[in-house]
Nanobody, 117 residues
Framework: QVQLVESGGGLVQPGGSLRLSCAASGSIFSLYAMGWYRQAPGKQRDLVARITGGGGTNYADSVKGRFIISRDNAKNTVYLQMNSLKPEDTAVYYC???????????WGQGTQVTVSS
């Protein structure tokens, strides 16, 4: 099972930017579909962005045009560049890794993102 460690969260003002990173263990990182999810207090965990092993991406409507997901297979790392941040982006952000056919995959411990003035 892959181990995931997120970093890069913090406090940022509305309109600001942050870049989250998720470092994965193991030697088959390129086979994983990687996803960023977020969970605000009292709400369910929702998909923010996803990138396949081949580099295909998809985004939640609420972040399209503001967030960019990317991966560096040589570094076993996936990134989430978050721009034009809004207070409603405040949440704990989780990294997820799934092999083809897996239902749930592996999760990181999460990193807090707070957007506030």
């Amino acid at each position: 099972q892959v181990q995931l460690v997120e970093s890069g969260g913090g406090l940022v003002q509305p309109g600001g930017s942050l870049r989250l990173s998720c470092a994965a263990s193991g030697s088959i990182f390129s086979l994983y579909a990687m996803g960023w999810y977020r969970q605000a207090p009292g709400k369910q965990r929702d998909l923010v962005a996803r990138i396949t092993g081949g580099g295909g991406t998809n985004y939640a409507d609420s972040v399209k045009g503001r967030f960019i997901i990317s991966r560096d297979n040589a570094k076993n790392t996936v990134y989430l560049q978050m721009n034009s941040l809004k207070p409603e982006d405040t949440a704990v952000y989780y990294c997820n890794a799934k092999l083809p056919g897996e239902l749930f995959g592996s999760w990181g411990q999460g990193t807090q993102v707070t957007v506030s003035s």
